[in-house]
């Protein structure tokens, strides 16, 4: 009998694998800040609501790796 602890990415480090291309940043592709799209955005009926929704659908998860895995097991040899 074999009992394993198997921890991936031990101290919860937000490793960054993806960027967008205009920014080079994980979590801001540069919509909110580009000066052409401000009228666009400060048209909505509430700007700021507009700007915290969006920040939360840019801030993909899948631009970092995976976060803090742990895995016990036991594994049983006949």
């Known amino acids: 009998m074999n009992i394993f602890l198997q921890v991936l ?3 919860g ?5 993806d960027v967008y291309p205009y920014t080079g ?3 801001d ?4 800040t580009a000066p052409e799209w401000q ?3 400060n048209s ?11 920040g939360v659908f ?7 790796s995976q976060p803090r ?5 036991v594994i049983f040899n006949f």
């Open 39 to 41: 009228r666009q955005i």
């Open 13 to 17: 480090t937000k490793n960054v694998i």
């Open 9 to 11: 990415n031990l101290i």
């Open 29 to 32: 592709d540069g919509y909110l």
């Open 44 to 54: 909505q009926v509430d700007p700021q609501s507009f700007r915290d929704l969006y």
């Open 25 to 27: 940043n994980p979590n």
């Open 69 to 73: 895995f742990i895995r016990l097991g």
């Open 58 to 64: 840019v801030d993909n998860p899948g631009n970092y």
